[in-house]
């Protein structure tokens, strides 16, 4: 079904007129950015016809930052003022940034939000500054290669990146002075690259593996729509962690200290990289590693034993691909084709292991480095209007559902995972206590069932509810993720429309394997949380119970004889001990046993009230109308 081109009137481009946007891939080791030129998309190169950006950013006291080739150049001279794989520290919290590894060769602040930040000679920078400046260099390069000022961009991102790390790249855009048209899931831009969209229909896999995250999705294509049906994979695992484990070897081989210094390290983390590109062509790499001023070792890698090095870290990437496959519902034999991405995918073992896992070679045409810029900028290209005969639908997923606290530390999902975006669920609560005027609205994100096992994302609070008895007010919460997987949500009372909203933008995202433990919890304790859920409900009625029995007893106990209110004061103390001995059963019983007790008492207090309101009222108050008593 063909989507319809929408426009400003006036503002539709004439036939010899064109528009330019661009597609950029802001990758942990390497950037790109992409454009379509005469119906081809291709990446643009420097002046010097490089078509890699390194992510990397040097810092000086004296001028403005240094990016690309010339500060990756002196990156092991200046390690503190040299950022590098920044991508890696998007939407994380400080403490979540020590987790990724003791030797980050920088030193960390805490400014006024969780957001960590990195000092240097030009003051303390965030991840997000840091990613501005190498938006601006590309930027710049596409304007320079296209002759007109660049304003437009799609960026992708990793299929798992949660809402903080989407919101942070779309915070750098700005920055840099972009306007993102859409913030795109990496895998799908591969998929655009290759055309499968030309396919009439088919499963796909894409593998991404880049410098410092693994993604894989599972998208099936009908006729132009690509529909994401599941989605994994790990934010902190990437070509960097090789690195680190090849670093680690030589340090082992040649002696080297484990607290060596932070141009040491870099020099090493550099090594190991270029022996790990040689190993991509060759058998073998010879290397020599600077220990001290004037002391070289020299020793040999094998591309055997790089296997053994790196084997658990791809290894890493298997379960996700079973729990992709899992959640659509399909085998590994019924999928059409594996496409791999990212610049570790170059690496022969990478690409054994993909293909042992899945039963079939996977698609390498285009360069994995390119393949998503590539995507991206076709993408950019039909959004910004210049193919009006385009049908092309993408249809994306969350990774890991949404929901609320409710009453007892339980969560209400709103969103389960793997829903498609962009997507808008409502849902309505009421209110626990009489005369409840304010609520406090927590969003989580998980697969828990309890709060303290998820992840919180947002607080807000709803005030003008009018004081209602517990239970009457009706307050619809509204969920809305749009094509960029970033969420809005928002709150009304019914009744008198009273409104807030807020837009869930936190401070700092999940941590490295937050997801992938979340995921893997929501499976293994999956009893326990039923059964945490069920304790947690019935202490809810619990105590909606007691608190009801209490305020009646406060109001009308002249209403009860002494055996009575023993009897109801019995079971009352009975419900409140049950409560805290965390027995379902025991809690049902004791709720059961108070409601039967407090029946009669409840009959009486209607009957008093019935007989308040009428005190003093006439009867012909209450006659057949026009003041005439019904016989």
């Given at each position: 079904?063909?989507?319809?081109?929408?426009?400003?009137?006036?503002?539709?481009?004439?036939?010899?007129?064109?528009?330019?946007?661009?597609?950029?891939?802001?990758?942990?080791?390497?950037?790109?950015?992409?454009?379509?030129?005469?119906?081809?998309?291709?990446?643009?190169?420097?002046?010097?016809?490089?078509?890699?950006?390194?992510?990397?950013?040097?810092?000086?006291?004296?001028?403005?930052?240094?990016?690309?080739?010339?500060?990756?150049?002196?990156?092991?001279?200046?390690?503190?003022?040299?950022?590098?794989?920044?991508?890696?520290?998007?939407?994380?919290?400080?403490?979540?940034?020590?987790?990724?590894?003791?030797?980050?060769?920088?030193?960390?602040?805490?400014?006024?939000?969780?957001?960590?930040?990195?000092?240097?000679?030009?003051?303390?920078?965030?991840?997000?500054?840091?990613?501005?400046?190498?938006?601006?260099?590309?930027?710049?390069?596409?304007?320079?290669?296209?002759?007109?000022?660049?304003?437009?961009?799609?960026?992708?991102?990793?299929?798992?990146?949660?809402?903080?790390?989407?919101?942070?790249?779309?915070?750098?855009?700005?920055?840099?002075?972009?306007?993102?048209?859409?913030?795109?899931?990496?895998?799908?831009?591969?998929?655009?690259?290759?055309?499968?969209?030309?396919?009439?229909?088919?499963?796909?896999?894409?593998?991404?593996?880049?410098?410092?995250?693994?993604?894989?999705?599972?998208?099936?294509?009908?006729?132009?729509?690509?529909?994401?049906?599941?989605?994994?994979?790990?934010?902190?695992?990437?070509?960097?962690?090789?690195?680190?484990?090849?670093?680690?070897?030589?340090?082992?081989?040649?002696?080297?200290?484990?607290?060596?210094?932070?141009?040491?390290?870099?020099?090493?983390?550099?090594?190991?990289?270029?022996?790990?590109?040689?190993?991509?062509?060759?058998?073998?790499?010879?290397?020599?590693?600077?220990?001290?001023?004037?002391?070289?070792?020299?020793?040999?890698?094998?591309?055997?034993?790089?296997?053994?090095?790196?084997?658990?870290?791809?290894?890493?990437?298997?379960?996700?691909?079973?729990?992709?496959?899992?959640?659509?519902?399909?085998?590994?034999?019924?999928?059409?084709?594996?496409?791999?991405?990212?610049?570790?995918?170059?690496?022969?073992?990478?690409?054994?292991?993909?293909?042992?896992?899945?039963?079939?070679?996977?698609?390498?045409?285009?360069?994995?480095?390119?393949?998503?810029?590539?995507?991206?900028?076709?993408?950019?290209?039909?959004?910004?209007?210049?193919?009006?005969?385009?049908?092309?639908?993408?249809?994306?997923?969350?990774?890991?559902?949404?929901?609320?606290?409710?009453?007892?530390?339980?969560?209400?999902?709103?969103?389960?995972?793997?829903?498609?975006?962009?997507?808008?669920?409502?849902?309505?609560?009421?209110?626990?206590?009489?005369?409840?005027?304010?609520?406090?609205?927590?969003?989580?994100?998980?697969?828990?069932?309890?709060?303290?096992?998820?992840?919180?994302?947002?607080?807000?609070?709803?005030?003008?509810?009018?004081?209602?008895?517990?239970?009457?007010?009706?307050?619809?919460?509204?969920?809305?993720?749009?094509?960029?997987?970033?969420?809005?949500?928002?709150?009304?009372?019914?009744?008198?429309?009273?409104?807030?909203?807020?837009?869930?933008?936190?401070?700092?995202?999940?941590?490295?394997?937050?997801?992938?433990?979340?995921?893997?919890?929501?499976?293994?304790?999956?009893?326990?949380?039923?059964?945490?859920?069920?304790?947690?409900?019935?202490?809810?009625?619990?105590?909606?119970?007691?608190?009801?029995?209490?305020?009646?007893?406060?109001?009308?106990s002249a209403l009860l004889d002494a055996k009575e209110r023993a009897e109801i004061d019995r079971h009352l103390d009975g419900l409140i001990t049950a409560r805290e001995a965390n027995d379902v059963a025991r809690i049902k019983q004791a709720i059961k046993a108070l409601d039967g007790a407090t029946q009669t008492f409840a009959a009486r207090r209607m009957d008093a009230n019935i007989r308040r309101a009428l005190t003093g009222r006439k009867l012909e108050e209450f006659g057949a109308p026009g003041g005439k008593s019904t016989p």
């Open positions: 079904m063909a989507l319809f081109q929408i426009s400003e009137p006036g503002q539709t481009p004439a036939p010899h007129e064109r528009r330019y946007a661009v597609g950029i891939d802001l990758g942990t080791t390497n950037s790109l950015v992409a454009c379509v030129r005469s119906g081809v998309a291709e990446t643009l190169p420097d002046g010097q016809g490089r078509h890699l950006l390194p992510s990397v950013v040097r810092y000086r006291a004296d001028g403005g930052p240094v990016v690309g080739h010339d500060a990756i150049a002196v990156a092991h001279e200046d390690p503190l003022n040299t950022i590098a794989s920044v991508k890696r520290l998007m939407g994380r919290g400080i403490e979540d940034v020590r987790k990724l590894g003791q030797s980050l060769p920088y030193e960390f602040s805490r400014g006024d939000s969780a957001m960590p930040r990195i000092r240097t000679v030009a003051g303390d920078q965030s991840p997000v500054a840091v990613s501005a400046e190498i938006l601006k260099t590309l930027k710049l390069r596409a304007a320079e290669s296209l002759g007109v000022e660049i304003g437009d961009a799609v960026i992708t991102v990793p299929a798992y990146f949660d809402d903080a790390q989407r919101q942070a790249t779309k915070d750098a855009a700005r920055l840099a002075g972009l306007n993102v048209l859409r913030l795109l899931s990496e895998p799908t831009a591969a998929a655009v690259a290759y055309g499968l969209d030309k396919n009439p229909q088919g499963i796909y896999v894409i593998y991404d593996l880049g410098g410092g995250t693994f993604d894989i999705s599972l998208l099936r294509l009908n006729r132009g729509v690509f529909e994401v049906m599941a989605t994994a994979g790990d934010s902190a695992l990437g070509g960097d962690d090789m690195d680190h484990a090849i670093a680690e070897w030589i340090m082992r081989e040649a002696g080297i200290k484990d607290d060596a210094d932070h141009r040491q390290m870099r020099r090493l983390l550099r090594d190991a990289r270029a022996a790990k590109e040689m190993l991509t062509g060759a058998e073998r790499a010879t290397l020599r590693i600077q220990r001290g001023n004037d002391d070289i070792w020299e020793g040999i890698l094998t591309r055997a034993h790089l296997n053994t090095l790196i084997d658990s870290l791809i290894d890493r990437t298997i379960p996700p691909c079973k729990r992709v496959l899992r959640d659509a519902g399909i085998r590994a034999n019924e999928v059409d084709g594996v496409v791999l991405v990212g610049g570790a995918t170059r690496m022969p073992r990478v690409r054994e292991k993909v293909s042992q896992f899945f039963g079939r070679e996977p698609l390498a045409d285009i360069d994995p480095d390119k393949v998503v810029a590539i995507g991206a900028a076709l993408q950019a290209d039909i959004l910004i209007g210049n193919k009006r005969d385009e049908d092309m639908l993408l249809l994306d997923v969350i990774p890991l559902s949404l929901g609320l606290e409710i009453m007892g530390g339980m969560v209400e999902k709103i969103i389960p995972r793997n829903t498609t975006i962009p997507v808008a669920k409502a849902q309505d609560f009421t209110t626990f206590k009489d005369g409840q005027t304010a609520l406090l609205i927590h969003v989580v994100q998980g697969e828990r069932e309890l709060v303290s096992d998820c992840r919180s994302l947002a607080r807000f609070e709803l005030r003008g509810i009018p004081p209602m008895v517990a239970g009457a007010a009706r307050i619809r919460v509204s969920f809305q993720i749009d094509a960029d997987g970033l969420l809005d949500v928002s709150a009304k009372e019914l009744t008198t429309g009273a409104e807030s909203s807020v837009v869930v933008k936190p401070s700092y995202g999940l941590t490295d394997s937050e997801i992938e433990h979340m995921l893997r919890d929501s499976i293994a304790y999956a009893r326990e949380d039923e059964e945490a859920r069920q304790l947690r409900e019935r202490q809810v009625d619990a105590d909606r119970l007691i608190e009801a029995v209490q305020g009646a007893l406060a109001a009308d």
